[in-house]
């Protein structure tokens, strides 16, 4: 059941009684039915009313109105407030917001892509940050040069060093936090940053090197799970190796363990394919056999 809050002062067609037993309080007046499933976005309308409509969504709520994906919708809703109390389950940031930083989505002023992804990507975490940030700009198409102008507007504030490299990192070819992760093993151990979403014929590679046609993909549980899924993998993978391309198959085991592997394997496939990058001398040198 979808959530929709609304102000138990303006639901004039909802008895006393009715809003006791029925619904669920969110903030202060704030109500949605009992058993609705709140996502990130709607706990970010819930704290916009309660704001009285004033308010404008920061941080993670305005990353979800943006349509950002995988925003926990447990975390608190976030918003820029000068003025006004504190409330349980609301972050408020008293900064001032500049008007060109901030836009409208429906009738709900909201932080800007590129203003959202300043504040989430200098919070700690540089991971969770690129995490973030990857999410925000694969469902607005964020680009790093509108990050980049705000870092020079706003010099001197906490969390720059981190951000810049988000932003060096970020990508919006990401389609999953673990295609990001995977993407930051490679990144990491100091390959050339792989391309996102590669185009081979009717297909798409998560990621990869494609003048040396090797592939990166992170295998989810659906990948396996799902035989309908399972078997158009086989199919996929099947063309992709007719057409010259190595793929290299990345589970949760190995993300969470064994990212050596990962990078072995990539490192291993790109000299087969004729790359001759000094880091894969490096790696491979290095890696564990």
């Known amino acids: 059941m979808p959530a929709t809050p609304f102000l138990g002062t303006e639901a004039l067609d909802v008895s006393v009684r009715s809003l006791r037993r029925d619904y ?49 919708p447990t975390q608190p809703a976030e918003m820029f407030r000068r003025n006004g109390k504190p409330a349980k389950g609301i972050v408020i ?12 989505i429906s009738r709900i002023w909201v932080s800007t892509p590129a203003r959202t992804a300043f504040d989430l990507g200098r919070r700690t975490g540089r991971t969770l940050a690129v995490l973030r940030v990857d999410a925000l700009a694969n469902a607005t198409g964020l680009r790093p040069d509108a990050v980049e102008a705000l870092i020079e507007r706003h010099p001197g504030v906490r969390g720059l060093v981190q951000l810049r ?11 999953s936090p673990q295609e990001t992760r995977t993407r930051l093993v490679l990144i990491d151990a100091g390959l050339p940053r792989p391309q996102t979403q590669i185009r081979v014929g009717r297909w798409r590679v998560d990621m990869g090197y494609e003048q040396f046609k090797v592939g990166v993909e992170y295998d989810g549980e659906q990948h396996w799970t799902n035989a309908e899924q399972h078997q158009g993998d086989i199919d996929r993978l099947a063309g992709l190796l007719a057409r010259g391309w190595l793929i290299i198959r990345v589970s949760a ?30 790696l491979l040198g290095d890696a564990v056999t």
């Open 165 to 175: 490299d988000v932003v060096a990192v970020m990508d919006g070819g990401a389609e």
């Open 93 to 104: 940031h008293r900064d001032e917001l500049p008007d060109d930083e901030r836009r409208r």
């Open 24 to 72: 669920e309080r969110v903030y202060r007046d704030v109500y949605v039915r009992k058993g609705a499933e709140m996502t990130a976005a709607d706990r970010a309308v819930a704290a916009w009313l309660w704001s009285g409509r004033t308010s404008t969504m920061a941080g993670l709520s305005a990353a979800a109105l943006h349509g950002s994906k995988w925003v926990d």
């Open 253 to 282: 085991t190995m993300l969470r363990a064994h990212r050596d592997v990962i990078v072995r394997r990539t490192c291993q496939a790109l000299r087969q394919a004729g790359a001759e990058w000094p880091v894969i001398a490096r």
